[in-house]
């Protein structure tokens, strides 16, 4: 099953003609999407095995769509007397515009509009995140988008996507189907399974992309991440192994 990624069939939600009432209404169908399928508890698991308690940390959230897990990040540290300063970037203005009302009360979040692999900053980040965004760009932007993930990082780097693969097509069908049937999150989810990238293509994208010495797992509900964090860390988080998280997906 070839990837299917044809850029002038772009997802709704990335359209610039977007409406506003419908891309609030997908919006917030994604975070619930995030909530129930494992995008919330995957940066959760990798968050606790690589912050520190009593620490400041500044971080880049790319493509934050939403801006939900900039805002499970600060739920997750607040707590543990960890400090985040985070700088969320997305290329459409529309969704900014919603994921800044829906953070009002997150001021350690700032919204701002750039293109992901073009992104350039005046700071590098200690940690650097991408969730659900690769499979947007074609291969070549994908792979722009995680050399500038990794030249943006002084540390951590954690790139997750969907995995393509027959079981993911059939699960975005069934929920799309069944659950979430407004016409955007529909056509951009069946959409999105098409366009994801397989295990063995993303991780060619990171080698490509000068990635060294990273650590790539497939996670629960078909979902996979790649991540840098220093030779020591190259394995799979032990906090996400105790969990269950890491699981073998068909090929």
Sequence with gaps: ?????????????????????????????????????????????????????????????????????????????????????????????????????????????????????????RVRYDLVHCSLALHHFSDEDAGRLLRRCRELSNRFVLVADLERHTLTTAGIWALTTFLYRDPMTQHDGRLSARRAFSFAEMHALAEVAGWKDFGHARFLFCRQALWIAGREFAEVPQAAVEMDEVVPCPT
């Design 1 to 121: 099953m070839p990837r299917a990624f044809d850029p002038n069939e772009p997802e709704l939600m990335d359209r610039p003609d977007v409406s506003s009432i419908e891309l609030e209404r997908d919006l917030t169908n994604l975070v619930s999407l995030n909530q129930r399928f494992g995008s919330h508890r995957l940066v959760r698991r990798f968050l606790a095995a690589w912050l520190q308690p009593n620490r400041v940390y500044r971080v880049l959230d790319v493509c934050t769509g939403a801006g939900d897990l900039p805002r499970v990040m600060v739920d997750w540290a607040r707590p543990r007397g960890i400090t985040l300063k985070i700088d969320a970037i997305d290329a459409q203005p529309a969704t900014l515009a919603i994921a800044a009302k829906m953070s009002a009360a997150y001021p350690e979040v700032n919204f701002l509009r750039a293109d992901a692999p073009t992104y350039e900053a």
